[in-house]
């Protein structure tokens, strides 16, 4: 049974990076697609963008600038950094994997809130 | 790019059914059928419920189907039940393989 786990920091400061880490078990990163998606208070789902295990990323194009995702194999883990953060980035930070392109998030983790206050 | 858009919120009655719509550009639903619906509980993550516009996953009850037609996809709940209750997502790729995910629907059992 696949589960992924978030974790890192729930309180960054503004103009900082905030990063943060899924961990993946029961399973192997190799082959498929990882996903970040985040949801603001109160707000809908966003999608942050996704790695394929060789390293390939796609990102939204309105986060593009800010974020970037990595990923460690040996770790069978992989990350997320969004730079420059502001108060509209406070959310739940969600990890999630994708088999193949096209195909759906079919196993999320349970999230991970991050504040940006100072 | 452009959010799919969905009601904000729609209602019935138990034992009833109920649709929820999703519409969004071309560049989204266009000839793709990589369309998915997502059930969201309160402080809870997201669990998938529908994926490639009317498939579903082994441990999601039957009650849940899903179709599309052109640049609108839908989700039905049939025999509406209070464990049904919760914020419902539809979600599709785009043809740049970027993922586009609906405001959301909140789903109230009368």
């Known amino acids: 049974q696949v589960q992924l786990q978030e974790s890192g920091p729930g309180l960054v400061k503004p103009s900082e990076t905030l990063s943060l880490t899924c961990t993946v078990s029961?399973?192997?990163?190799?082959?498929?697609?990882w996903s970040w998606v985040r949801q603001s208070p109160g707000k809908g789902l966003e999608w942050i963008g996704y790695?394929?295990?060789?390293?390939?990323?796609n990102y939204n194009p309105s986060l593009k600038s800010r974020v970037s995702i990595s990923i460690a194999m040996s770790k069978t883990q992989f990350s997320l950094k969004v730079n420059s953060v502001t108060t509209a980035d406070t959310a739940v930070y969600y990890c999630?994997?994708?088999?193949?392109?096209?195909?759906?998030?079919?196993?999320w983790g349970q999230g991970t809130v991050v504040t940006v206050s100072s | 790019q452009s959010a799919l858009t969905q009601p904000a919120s729609v209602s019935g009655s138990p034992g009833q059914s109920i649709t929820i719509s999703c519409t969004g550009p071309s560049s989204a639903f266009g000839d793709y059928n990589y369309v998915s619906w997502y059930q969201q509980h309160p402080f809870k993550a997201p669990k998938l419920m529908i994926y490639d516009v009317n498939n579903r996953p082994s441990d999601v009850s039957d009650r849940f189907s899903g179709s599309k037609s052109g640049n609108t996809a839908s989700l039905t709940i049939s025999g509406l039940r209070a464990e049904d209750e919760a914020h419902y997502y539809c979600?599709?790729?785009?043809?740049?393989?970027?993922?586009?995910f609906g405001g959301g629907t909140k789903v109230t059992v009368l």
């Open positions: 999630a994997r994708i088999l193949r392109l096209g195909d759906p998030l079919d196993i």
């Open positions: 029961g399973g192997s990163i190799n082959s498929y697609y």
């Open positions: 790695i394929y295990y060789s390293g390939r990323t």
């Open positions: 979600s599709s790729y785009t043809n740049t393989n970027t993922i586009l």
